[in-house]
């Protein structure tokens, strides 16, 4: 283990630096290439490249033998112009470490792929800009400085040891001699002509009401998105509100009904303030998981989580809570998908490691600690990492999957395009074989229904899943969707999930954050002056303070009270936010609270599957 004092006088920032040493995996990888600095160079020169060590220390596999690491090290050390120094070279090396074996791996090998002793000229640079300028011609015509990214991108691939900022600058130099200055207007030229073209990939689309599988089988296509908004696994976009009654139409989902809640009071089930206020809005399916309830049949649940940062915020917290509910009310198992695979494929500054800024493994467990939290049933809930659990029955019904949905349809049904990776192009199976009770032998009864809490901007995962069933004899899943927790610039978009914006409550935003956040960034529904605030009262569906106590605030008396004084002028912006950033402190104080007792034995325990066998 490394201690935070020895991290921080090898140059690593203090915050890091803590993190780090609570981090076993890391911290412990982090002493090895420490310990080879000092064995190869000295303490001295082992310090002088503490940064390094600690980066490769993060990116290195802990699988690869320790000689290897050892050539990596020398030649950090090594002289200029015979070592490893430059980031492309780093990543380079450690690339080639993680890839190669002891069969395959020789000093003159780690060299050619590290690219030690390669002298990259000016000339050199200029010959490979012109290459790839002249096989992009038409392009560059077609979307002027809005195609500068990809020029850049072609020649790195021409000389991946060469000086970025040497690139960029012959880059710029020769499409300034094609194209002139650069106008600054091209990025928004650019942005037009990727509308105007998904516009048309649209309308093909809509020509096309079904693919065909590989087997032969009918396959859905979702219809594509009309009018004015987007919503995708990824990106959720509306000039104006996001329209829901539109999306159960677009999706061909069904709008649950007073008579599903009714039917859950039959049964003794309390009903939770998200179906009181049509928060959770459409289902597939609902009744036959209500009918199976009824006859003791068995059912379970399935949600997930995709480890893109360390902190979860309040928009991630509602399908946990409805689910915990869920879990409750129906008394049944729960598997939790972390896909730590996906967010690799789809963000490409993420990293296959414990690294606490970049590392889907190190974000994976800080999520799991708050998804813990929570207060799902240990005994009966089940969270694992596809990378980890990938193989065996998961995996065959994973494979199974693949083989009955073609490229064609899931370009159609996610919007993929040729450029993507084809890692994203085949992920869809992995999100989908949870679905199925045979990916769990160890714990589901093989006839168990499979019921889904989801924001419905996962649906088309589902409605494929549901679309290749029969084909696997296995039975469809059923789905509850929930409404998107709206950004603070009001509905037209969710809250965003990046760790600088300001606009996000965080589960670890201290009380003092959460009311600057609120007061300063939430969009009022009230008129522009208090005078005709109390003249005409606020527009209620309109206002993001009283949007986030319709998710949070249980009572119902005390949230209509308000909804009554708000939307006549009988209470100000200011008294509805105070009442809001009153309510989200204690939410997030009791998370917080409850997530501080959660150590990493409870990780372990909820991620084991031998407890079930213990059952």
């Not at 993190?19 to 990888?29: D, G, H, M, P």
């Not at 190190?362 to 813990?372: A, Q």
């Not at 990492?385 to 009955?404: P, W």
Request: overall charge negative; proline content about 5%; some cysteine.
């Amino acid at each position: 283990m490394t201690s935070v004092e020895e991290l921080v006088a090898f140059g690593v920032d203090a915050k890091k630096a803590e993190q780090t040493a609570k981090n076993k995996k890391l911290s412990q990888a982090c002493r090895e290439f420490f310990d080879l600095g000092k064995e190869v160079g000295g303490a001295d020169a082992a310090a002088s490249i503490g940064k390094v060590l600690f980066d490769v220390a993060s990116k290195v596999n802990a699988t690869v033998p320790q000689a290897f690491k050892k050539v990596l090290v020398e030649y950090l050390l090594k002289p200029e112009g015979k070592n490893v120094s430059s980031p492309a070279q780093i990543k380079a090396a450690t690339a080639f470490l993680n890839s190669a074996t002891e069969d395959t791996f020789t000093v003159a090998s780690f060299e050619e792929a590290a690219g030690v002793g390669v002298v990259v000229m000016p000339e050199d640079i200029t010959t490979a800009v012109k290459k790839v300028v002249a096989a992009d011609q038409a392009k560059i015509e077609e979307l002027g400085w809005g195609y500068q990214a990809k020029i850049m991108q072609g020649a790195r691939q021409l000389l991946p040891f060469a000086d970025g900022k040497s690139v960029r600058d012959e880059v710029t130099a020769q499409l300034e001699g094609i194209l002139g200055a650069n106008t600054g207007n091209s990025k928004a030229k650019h942005k037009e002509k990727l509308k105007q073209a998904r516009k048309e990939k649209k309308v093909a689309a809509k020509e096309d009401t079904a693919a065909v599988a590989e087997d032969g089988a009918a396959v859905e296509v979702a219809a594509p998105a009309t009018g004015a908004q987007k919503v995708t696994p990824w990106e959720v976009e509306a000039d104006g509100d996001v329209n829901y009654d539109k999306l159960i139409d677009d999706f061909g989902s069904k709008k649950l009904e007073p008579e599903h809640l009714e039917k859950m009071k039959k049964l003794g089930m309390p009903i939770h303030h998200f179906l009181r206020r049509d928060i959770f809005f459409s289902h597939r399916a609902f009744d036959d998981i209500l009918t199976k309830k009824e006859n003791g049949e068995p059912i379970y649940l399935y949600t997930g989580r995709g480890p893109s940062s360390q902190a979860m915020h309040l928009g991630h917290l509602i399908p946990f809570l409805f689910t915990k509910y869920l879990q409750e009310v129906l008394d049944c198992p729960l598997v939790i998908q972390m896909t730590d695979d996906e967010k690799f494929l789809f963000k490409p500054n993420l990293t296959l490691d414990d690294n606490p800024e970049t590392g889907v493994f190190h974000m994976l467990r800080e999520n799991v600690k708050d998804i813990i939290a929570i207060g799902f049933d240990p005994k009966k809930t089940f969270i694992f990492s596809d990378v980890e659990f990938m193989g065996g029955a998961f995996y065959k019904n994973v494979l199974r999957i693949q083989r009955r949905i073609n490229l064609n349809t899931a370009m159609k049904v996610f919007g993929f395009e040729l450029e993507h990776n084809i890692g994203r192009i085949a992920f869809c199976a992995i999100q989908a074989s949870p679905s199925f009770p045979s990916s769990f032998p160890f714990m589901l009864d093989p006839k168990a229904a499979c019921l889904i809490p989801c924001a419905i901007d996962q649906d088309p995962y589902f409605r494929l899943t549901r679309d290749v069933a029969p084909s696997l004899k296995e039975e469809k899943p059923a789905l509850l969707h929930s409404k998107f927790f709206p950004a603070m610039s009001g509905a037209s978009g969710k809250m965003s999930s990046s760790t600088n914006s300001p606009t996000t409550v965080f589960l670890t935003d201290d009380p003092d954050s959460i009311s600057e956040k609120i007061h300063k960034h939430a969009v009022s529904g009230a008129p522009e002056t208090l005078a005709e605030l109390r003249e005409k009262g606020a527009n209620t569906d309109k206002d993001v303070s009283f949007q986030y106590l319709r998710f949070f605030m249980e009572d119902d008396a005390e949230l209509e009270r308000i909804r009554v004084a708000y939307s006549t002028g009988k209470m100000s912006t200011f008294e509805i936010k105070e009442i809001l950033v009153g309510v989200l402190q204690d939410v997030v104080r009791q998370h917080q609270e409850r997530r501080a007792k959660v150590t990493d034995a409870d990780v372990d325990y909820f991620m084991s599957q031998a407890k079930f066998a213990e059952q």
